[in-house]
């Protein structure tokens, strides 16, 4: 593979995270951005809520307006969308300009989005976008190892949110079996103690499962070097 300095490696595993948080993200808010549609009102602090983030928009218009397009909010999507285009651009050599142009459409297509008074389309688009990331990762990234760790941050990023969200054990407990594997590819070294815990809580049926900050604490907590 030849020498990838840790600054390359926190790129990769954080373009991965990002795009995978900007992913989950929007399809998981999709019933919230439905209602915003039809003009109807929606739950979005207890969303806000279970991934920790400021609730303190007045409606759902303006969940939707600030949550999904500010690049000023932290907390959005957009800005999700924006450090990961951070990254890729850093890692523009490695990726191959078709692969990093993927990641330039898709904030494109929120650009778009965002100027748009029915943004259903341009939002499909960003998620077809970040598909098609992922699937010239795999034609253009050669080496094995580099493709797996912005595959190992997108497999947490999907465990963490997926915790968050209350998703269907089965479907949590895949998901850390995918970056469980992963972990043996991918040039990372991770905490022992978290990762003991998660192997014991997901992997082990037996076990009674610890509470979901338990979890997150962990997850969040199995690469502290990155």
Do not use: H
């Amino acid at each position: 593979m030849g020498t990838v300095t840790l600054n390359k490696t926190n790129r990769m595993y954080w373009l991965g995270r990002y795009l995978e948080r900007v992913y989950t993200t929007l399809k998981a808010t999709r019933p919230l951005f439905d209602a915003y549609t039809d003009g109807r009102e929606a739950d979005f602090a207890a969303y806000c809520m279970s991934l920790g983030i400021s609730a303190d928009y007045r409606d759902t218009a303006d969940f939707i307006s600030r949550y999904y397009f500010d690049a000023e909010n932290p907390s959005s999507i957009a800005a999700s969308l924006s450090y990961a285009y951070d990254n890729a651009i850093v890692l523009r050599e490695m990726l191959s300009s078709e692969t990093l142009a993927y990641v330039q459409m898709a904030v494109s297509a929120m650009e778009l989005a965002a100027k748009s008074s029915g943004p259903a389309v341009e939002l499909q688009w960003v998620l077809d976008d970040i598909m098609a990331f992922r699937g010239a990762c795999e034609e253009k990234i050669a080496d094995d190892k580099k493709r797996s760790i912005i595959k190992t941050g997108a497999s947490l990023e999907r465990v963490d949110l997926y915790l968050r969200l209350d998703y269907p054990q089965e479907t949590i407990r895949k998901e850390f079996e995918r970056l469980f594997n992963r972990l043996y590819k991918a040039p990372l070294e991770p905490a022992k103690e978290p990762l003991a815990l998660l192997v014991d809580a997901l992997l082990d049926t037996e076990k009674p499962t610890p509470p979901v900050p338990v979890l997150v604490r962990a997850v969040e907590g199995l690469f502290p070097n990155i």
